[in-house]
């Protein structure tokens, strides 16, 4: 089948223009503007195949998202999600391409719990999938087993978080840095900082201390010190370094500005959650907006949106990790941390677009271009002739309220319940299949397994 999207605002490498997109047997076939269509004539297509047009009129035209981090929970967990239901929850929001991370049950932190997540991903994924593989106190020696073109890199726990997979010893986290290959991206807490907040918020409070304290107890001092653990090792050792959700200004400091092409050994991350929400949020959301690290101060949610735009900043994903709201009762210890956010990251971001914190190209490279950048992800992430057809359209000026019958994780609930959009997504095509349209999942194909190529 021969698909045509036409006349929409192609958001591509840094341009913004009306345009066609040309789509064959999967993959993109030509991209071209709408004004050399209208100096040419409407020509017949060079195809023989039916064709399929898309009128995009209006809307933009974007690269499918590349989430880089993701909890979908299976194995083990999949009370909370699974690999099927999340994946409908991101064709839903735009998002044709995942990393899912290895704290599940049992965790993925052997080369066969590895191969049994794709098994699984490759029956049930509506869009494109890969894995990060664990490092553990005592894995490390399993690095050099690992199919490289398969997955994304190495995650390492730095801090406390769910899935007890912290790596707390001097000796394993120096290995794990000097003999990594990968990317390896990093949950960076010092868990010592961590614990000797929480006795005192417990002296004060008793033993689940209210929520609103979170930030102080994970705070910044327990972020930077580890971040900056982190940035000396691998600038040590010449590590390949991607530091998961940043929450603090002063962690900014720690990167120097991604620009153009250039990829830097040591990147940093930003979460949807992070760049919405501030810790004064918590009086009205309470433990729905409970992460790890937490979201901080205003303060800090400023700088790290106007690290966005000044390339300190590299990737925005979503730290998507649902729980039951039963699960999120209680306060400081009680409470899971995490929240789904997988299906609304991208109108989110551009929300902020209408806010004037970044323009609508910049949403592209932090949400697209950037993570097939740093990740070596083949064939995707830009629309080019030649890549896998992994495209999303949305509409603005279309306002719409998040309700409970529309969300589509398995968790069913949204910490963005009764806040209304500006932007729609219209469409999602995951390699050349419409996945999501006009308000429903297309649950007809199955994305495929993302490829890699890892150049030092």
Not at 238 to 246: D, S
Not at 277 to 293: C, M, S
Not at 298 to 305: G, H, I, S, T, W
Not at 407 to 430: A, D, Q, Y
Request: with cysteine.
């Amino acid at each position: 089948m021969r698909t045509v999207i036409r006349d929409g605002h192609i958001v591509n490498e840094g341009r913004v223009f009306e345009g066609d997109i040309v789509i064959e047997d999967g993959s993109i076939v030509s991209v071209s503007k709408t004004s050399d269509r209208r100096r040419t004539g409407d020509l017949p297509p060079d195809s023989h195949q039916p064709e399929t047009v898309v009128d995009a009129r209006g809307c933009y035209v974007l690269p499918g998202v590349i989430d880089s981090h993701v909890h979908f929970r299976e194995p083990g967990l999949t009370d909370k999600a699974d690999i099927r239901s999340e994946s409908h929850a991101a064709a839903a929001g735009g998002v044709t391409s995942y990393f899912d991370m290895p704290n599940c049950v049992p965790t993925t932190t052997t080369p066969e719990a590895l191969d049994d997540k794709f098994r699984r991903a490759a029956r049930s994924s509506l869009v494109n999938y890969s894995f990060f593989y664990g490092a553990t106190n005592d894995n490390a020696d399993t690095f050099a087993r690992l199919d490289a073109t398969r997955i994304p890199g190495i995650k390492l726990f730095m801090g406390s978080s769910t899935g007890n997979m912290l790596v707390d010893r001097e000796q394993a986290l120096d290995g794990i840095f000097r003999t990594c290959k990968l990317p390896l991206m990093a949950h960076c807490e010092d868990t010592a900082v961590i614990n000797r907040n929480m006795a005192e918020a417990k002296s004060a409070w008793g033993d689940d201390p209210p929520v609103g304290l979170h930030a102080m107890i994970r705070s910044e001092e327990a972020c930077l010190a580890s971040t900056r653990k982190a940035v000396a090792l691998a600038k040590k050792y010449g590590t390949r370094l991607h530091v998961a959700h940043l929450s603090t200004a002063e962690e900014l400091e720690l990167f120097e500005p991604l620009s153009g092409n250039r990829r830097p050994r040591i990147t940093a991350e930003a979460c949807v959650g992070h760049l919405l929400f501030t810790q004064l949020d918590h009086d009205r959301l309470g433990a729905r907006i409970k992460v790890n690290p937490a979201i901080k101060s205003p303060v800090d949610q400023y700088m790290l949106r106007q690290a966005l735009t000044d390339g300190r900043i590299a990737t925005v994903a979503t730290d998507h990790a649902p729980h039951l709201l039963s699960q999120k009762a209680g306060g400081c210890c009680r409470a899971a941390s995490g929240m789904p956010m997988l299906q609304f990251s991208l109108v989110a971001m551009l929300q902020l677009v209408d806010e004037g914190v970044l323009p609508i190209a910049r949403v592209a490279e932090l949400m697209c271009h950037n993570p097939a950048r740093l990740f070596g992800v083949q064939q995707r992430g830009f629309l080019r002739p030649g890549y896998r057809a992994d495209i999303v359209v949305v509409r603005p000026e279309s306002p719409w309220t998040v309700t409970p019958d529309i969300l589509l994780s398995k968790c069913g609930w949204s910490p963005l319940e009764g806040h209304t959009f500006r932007w729609r997504v219209e469409r999602t095509l995951c390699n050349g299949h419409t996945v999501y349209a006009d308000g429903a999942v297309h649950a007809d194909s199955t994305g495929e397994a993302i490829v890699f190529r890892h150049d030092d």
